[in-house]
């Protein structure tokens, strides 16, 4: 019994430390060849256009209501103390240091991280990637980099568009519904955000957009076999991609605070 | 010249290949024939390089294609065309996108020539006015003959076939069949075919090998198998349910 349990947790382990082994090789060899070769830019601007483009609705959408949602709470809360003024100060803050960068990023997870795992894991299971090979060409140039390249200039841009719409989204029900001073609002807002908030903002995305292309392009990679691994890999893809985010935001958080 | 020695390949519990030793003649077309499953098309992936053999050697022209750095591989993948079992044709692209491609890619051609180089690819193969078409347009056969067109483009010195047929109708197979050989003739490339083609494959194979339990079983000419006392080939080659060879 004590034998078979031994064995298992054996076997996890070294299954846990082979999978994280294979991932950190996917991104480092995933960087080397951003550096040499980063496939065309006509790829590029293609998957900027399906991550960013494609993804614009949908982060109008949450962002819209996100910064209306704390526009409410805000004013809830703040009203407690008659500092209804600073109900801009606390939109803004939690769109950019926080709320912008992280939403986006489970945004685009959801709508863009599981296709990109969906269409190569389609590709790897009818050896679409093997004919690649072949012909002596690297999967990498054509199904990874541009990607990752696309993610990492996508995901700042939709960032900063939720920020901006959801710093409206707020100004709407404080300014317009519950009747805060609109000079107020954004006069708060501009003294107290500075540029460190929007850098940490700027870092954040930029390396969610990394770990959103990175997790997606591997699930895919490592497909496993017919529909149902895809199909696995897909809603393992999405969950990772959403727990990583979500780690690495507290670390920066941590470290950039 | 192809040389497998003494390979090993298990997938978990499971052995596929178990000391395989084949050598594939250069200029020749060598089919490799055996009941579904015994490891035929992990056999092709071993030869180009997709899979790794857990122990053994694998030579093309003289040199190893284990343990090198992934340029030296692809320099000897260079050598290599390949046709897959359902085409492998890039989905979201159309049919001339999909044969250009290795030309786009490998080679610094002008624009004019390589339309008129996959123009011609396609005829050999016996397709016109698909060039806009998507793969999921096609029927099997004319996959199979894009995936043709497409192996054939950058004159490979070795080609390798996986089950070029399997789940055509008799006229498409005898016109695959046929294009194989004749392309053969005027390229004069290697091939190694996997196939399940029984007779037809004696009559385009110069020889054939039978895999069976993940060992070369027998390799002769094609008339010398067809004619094989062995019983487990006897058996394969007659289709019939008593002998060796168990269906469970």
């Known amino acids: 019994m004590v034998s078979v349990l031994l064995r298992f947790i054996g076997r996890s382990t070294l299954a846990f430390v082979r999978e994280v082994g294979r991932m950190g090789w996917f991104l480092l060899y995933s960087g080397y060849m951003i550096a040499r070769r980063p496939g065309s830019p006509l790829q590029i601007l293609k998957q900027i256009k399906f991550i960013g483009a494609k993804s614009l609705f949908v982060i109008f959408l949450t962002a819209a209501f996100t910064g209306m949602v704390l526009g409410l709470q805000g004013y809830y809360t703040l009203a407690k103390f008659g500092s209804e003024g600073m109900l801009g100060t606390a939109v803004a803050l939690s769109l950019i240091r926080e709320l912008g960068p992280v939403l986006t990023a489970l945004m685009v997870t959801g709508r863009a991280g599981s296709a990109i795992t969906a269409e190569i894991g389609i590709m790897r299971i009818s050896e679409q990637i093997d004919a690649l090979e072949t012909m002596a060409l690297d999967p990498f140039k054509y199904l990874v980099t541009p990607k990752l390249i696309a993610a990492m200039i996508a995901l700042p841009l939709l960032c900063a568009i939720f920020d901006t719409v959801g710093i409206y989204g707020g100004w709407l029900v404080g300014v317009k519904l519950l009747g805060v001073n609109p000079g107020a609002y954004f006069y708060e807002m501009e003294k107290s955000v500075v540029w460190r908030d929007v850098y940490s903002g700027f870092v954040k995305s930029f390396s969610f957009g990394v770990i959103i292309a990175w997790i997606g392009c591997y699930k895919g990679y490592f497909a496993g076999h017919g529909a149902e691994g895809v199909s696995r890999a897909t809603t393992e893809s999405v969950v990772l991609t959403s727990v990583l985010v979500l780690v690495w935001d507290y670390f920066l958080t941590s470290v950039m605070l | 010249m192809i040389r497998m020695t003494n390979v090993h390949k298990s997938f978990g519990d499971q052995k596929v290949l178990n000391g395989l030793n084949l050598e594939i003649p250069a200029g020749d077309i060598t089919a490799v024939i055996g009941p579904s499953g015994e490891g035929k098309s992990v056999l092709l992936k071993h030869i180009i390089g997709l899979m790794k053999p857990d122990s053994g050697r694998i030579e093309v022209d003289g040199e190893s294609i284990l343990d090198i750095r992934r340029s030296q591989l692809n320099r000897i993948r260079e050598k290599f065309g390949m046709l897959f079992q359902n085409a492998a044709l890039f989905d979201s692209m159309t049919v001339f996108e999909n044969v250009a491609f290795p030309l786009q890619e490998k080679t610094r051609l002008p624009k004019e020539e390589i339309e008129q180089r996959v123009r011609s690819a396609l005829e050999d193969v016996g397709l016109k006015n698909v060039n806009g078409k998507y793969p999921d347009e096609l029927s099997g056969g ?5 995936g043709l067109a497409r192996a054939l483009l950058l004159n490979p010195k070795i080609i390798l076939f996986d ?86």
Request: charged share 20%.
């Open chain 2, 163 to 248: 089950e070029p047929t399997t789940g055509l109708d008799p006229i498409i197979k005898r016109a695959i069949h046929q294009l194989i050989k004749e392309t053969h003739q005027k390229f004069g490339f290697t091939a190694v075919i996997v196939s399940h083609e029984i007779p037809e494959i004696f009559d385009i194979a110069q020889n054939v090998a039978m895999l069976f339990r993940g060992e070369i079983l027998q390799i002769g000419t094609s008339e010398e198998i067809r004619n094989s006392g062995h019983p487990v080939v006897r058996q394969f080659i007659s289709g019939s349910l008593d002998g060796p060879i168990q269906l469970v």
């Open chain 2, 142 to 146: 004319m996959k199979k003959r894009v």
